[in-house]
């Protein structure tokens, strides 16, 4: 069930059965040179829809600006600061606490998003503490899953790719995408086929660093047909751990 879908007294009727709801989070950021600047959010919101589709969850709109400010140096990135994004997760929760949700599932795309929606959540438990709160606000639990990280999705991304997948613009990452918007498929030169891999700070040391974009990946090996089983394998795991989560 999707919340953009839905009346409002569909949500009321959905609430007399669950108080919990399923929050895509992602990013939009350059993914190398065959990946998707939206594959961040892409990844999270099409797993939702369908563990909402598997388990009857209620998806909320996904957050798909995050926190990107080392990917600023590449054209079309978009950033929210790390205040910024507490601030968002923060007033998400809190409005839809309002209305009587009282657990809150991200399910998130995006590395750079773990630390602020973490801070966020301490953020929220310390209305509560200080007694900032309003008064109507139930006892809230929020919980951080990043979808790569279920026992299927990392037998596969194994299996397929070994040490290619690397840490950014991923090839898990990005055949999920390619399985999500086949028609979109890209086709492009890795220089050298597996990236370097390093830390990074700011956006022009990642740029100076990894200047297609890249980390550790080799995003050639990417393929709508690696995606299927990516979806498939995160969506059964995904969804016993909201089913687990929600009651």
């Not at 990135?77 to 809190?94: E, F, G, K, Y």
């Not at 660093?209 to 990946?217: A, K, L, M, N, V």
Request: charge should be negative; glycine fraction near 8%; include cysteine.
């Amino acid at each position: 069930m999707q919340l953009q879908l839905a009346t409002w007294q569909e949500i009321d009727a959905y609430l007399k059965r669950s108080t919990a709801v399923l929050i895509p989070i992602g990013s939009t950021e350059q993914h190398g040179p065959n990946g998707f600047i939206g594959t961040d959010a892409i990844c999270p919101e099409f797993l939702a829809k369908s563990i909402g589709e598997r388990t009857g969850a209620l998806v909320a709109p996904t957050l798909s600006i995050g926190m990107a400010q080392h990917h600023l140096g590449f054209s079309g990135s978009i950033t929210l600061r790390p205040t910024t994004l507490i601030a968002v997760v923060q007033d998400v929760v809190n409005s839809l606490a309002r209305h009587g949700f009282d657990r809150f599932w991200f399910l998130n795309g995006h590395g750079g998003n773990i630390a602020s929606v973490n801070a966020a959540f301490s953020e929220i438990y310390a209305e509560s503490s200080l007694g900032t709160a309003s008064s109507n606000r139930p006892s809230l639990i929020c919980r951080l899953k990043n979808w790569w990280e279920t026992p299927g999705v990392q037998a596969i991304s194994t299996e397929l790719f070994a040490e290619n997948e690397g840490s950014h613009a991923t090839c898990s990452e990005v055949s999920l995408t390619y399985y999500a918007y086949p028609d979109h498929v890209k086709q492009a030169e890795m220089s050298p086929p597996r990236a370097p891999t390093g830390p990074i700070l700011d956006a022009d040391d990642y740029r100076r660093r990894f200047p297609d974009g890249r980390i550790g990946s080799n995003p050639s090996l990417a393929s709508v047909e690696a995606g299927r089983r990516l979806h498939d394998a995160a969506v059964k795991d995904l969804s016993d751990e909201w089913t687990a989560f929600a009651a």
